[in-house]
Structure formats: structure tokens, C-alpha cells
């Protein structure tokens, strides 16, 4: 069973502050995904990443996928209250599209 | 919007009944997904279908059944409901099956949260 542990569980940070949200597994991953949730709404997807090693960037948004495909960063540059959710991981197998999600990070960006 | 629809948005029932969720991909997705979210499991795969066909099975109870309908719309069924299959169920469509050709991009829909007393 793949499995994908985030930490931390829960980000409590003041507007403008730099932030790291991390995606752990010890299995391999064909993919790695980032969803942010709002409440009341489905997961969306930020980024995809499939390459070992490869970064990318949205916005104030750094992604990156560990070489051995086992690990994901998320990092968040100057924090505003918008950024405010949960954040997902996800893990996409080799033999079906389904996701193996990680527990998620629910970040608060205070005013 | 997602483009991928799901009814009832809140269900509220007894333990012992059965409830039926219904979801409707984006258009042109062939492959449907359901998740389970709660607060102690997280988002939890509960199974697949492609153009009709279950494709992947996760951690589905038996109690639990869904199917795709020949218009690519799905159900999932809930029998025999206990106190602890209270969650959000999450629907997801994609265009193709997933597997080797590369990410597979999922699009979910806004969820049915189901409470059970």
C-alpha cells in the first residue's frame, strides 16, 4: 500500500511569511500532485510534477519532486490570507489513474 | 465550477438505511473516481470506472456498491448506513483511464456530505 505523509498537519502564519508544507512517502511515484481545497468545495489541482528532481513554479508558489520521486515540497513565498486552505499531496500510480492522497496541511494566513 | 456535478450537495438519513449519490463528469471525461473524506482518514480512493467498466477498486466496503451508466454519469450506493460513514463523498472525472503514459489529471466535483444519526 503507497502511502504519503504531510507535515505539518496544521500552519498557523502571519501575512507575509514564508512557508514549506512537505509530501513524504517510501514508495515511487509515476506522479506527484498538489491540490488546495477551500470549504464546501472539491480538491483543485495546483501543480503536477512526473520528473525526479523537477521544480515548478506558480506565482508565489515553488513545487518540487524529490530525485527518487518518494517526496514533494511545497513552498509559499510572502503568505497572504488568499493562500489560506488545505493543501493536498497526491501520489499517482504506475498501473491506475487513481490517487493516493496525503492527510493534508491546513494552512491559516492571518491578516 | 468544475464541470463535474453531484448530487444531493447535503443528506441527512438514519443508520440502517441506503442512499444513493449521483455524479456527473465533465464533459468528454470518460473515467469517474469516488473518494471518501473524513476527518481522521482523509481523502480515502474508493474505486474507478472507465467508459463503463470498473477499472480500480480501493478501500470500498462491501456494504458499499457504484456503477457508470451508459451516459458516463455514476452512482454510488450506501447500504446499511452506520454512524461512522458520515464523510464527504468526492467525485472525480478524468479523460483517459490513468496508468503509464504519464499524470493523470483529476477533476473533482464539489462533494455530497453525508450525515448519518
Known amino acids: 500500500t503507497q502511502l504519503l505523509e504531510q507535515s505539518p498537519q496544521f500552519l498557523s502564519i502571519q501575512e507575509g511569511e514564508n512557508l514549506t508544507v512537505y509530501c513524504n512517502s517510501s514508495?515511487?511515484?509515476?506522479?506527484l500532485q498538489w491540490y488546495r481545497q477551500e470549504p464546501g468545495e472539491g480538491p483543485v489541482l495546483l501543480v503536477t510534477?512526473?520528473?525526479?528532481?523537477e521544480v515548478k513554479k506558480l506565482k508565489r508558489l515553488t513545487f518540487q519532486f524529490g530525485d527518487a520521486r518518494k517526496d514533494s515540497s511545497l513552498h509559499i513565498t510572502a503568505a497572504q490570507p488568499g493562500d489560506t486552505g488545505l493543501y493536498l499531496c497526491a501520489g499517482g500510480g504506475t498501473s491506475y489513474g487513481k490517487l493516493t492522497f496525503g492527510q493534508g496541511t491546513i494552512l491559516t494566513v492571518h491578516p | 465550477d468544475s464541470g463535474v456535478t453531484q448530487t444531493p450537495k447535503h443528506l441527512i438519513t438514519a443508520t440502517g438505511q441506503r442512499v444513493t449519490l449521483r455524479c456527473s463528469p465533465r464533459?468528454?471525461?470518460?473515467?469517474v473516481y469516488w473518494y471518501q473524506q473524513s476527518l481522521d482518514q482523509g481523502l480515502q480512493f474508493l474505486i474507478q470506472y472507465y467508459n463503463g467498466e470498473e477499472r480500480a477498486k480501493g478501500n470500498i466496503l462491501e456494504r458499499f456498491s457504484a456503477q457508470q451508466f451508459p451516459d458516463l454519469h455514476s452512482e454510488l450506493n450506501l447500504s446499511s448506513l452506520e454512524l461512522g460513514d458520515s464523510a464527504l463523498y468526492f467525485c472525480?472525472?478524468?479523460?483517459?483511464?490513468?496508468?503509464?503514459?504519464?499524470?493523470?489529471?483529476?477533476?473533482f466535483g464539489a462533494g455530497s456530505r453525508l450525515t448519518v444519526l
Open positions: 510534477v512526473v520528473t525526479g528532481g
Open positions: 514508495s515511487v511515484f509515476s506522479s
Open positions: 472525480a472525472s478524468s479523460l483517459n483511464p490513468g496508468g503509464l503514459s504519464g499524470a493523470n489529471v483529476l477533476t
Open positions: 464533459s468528454g471525461d470518460l473515467s
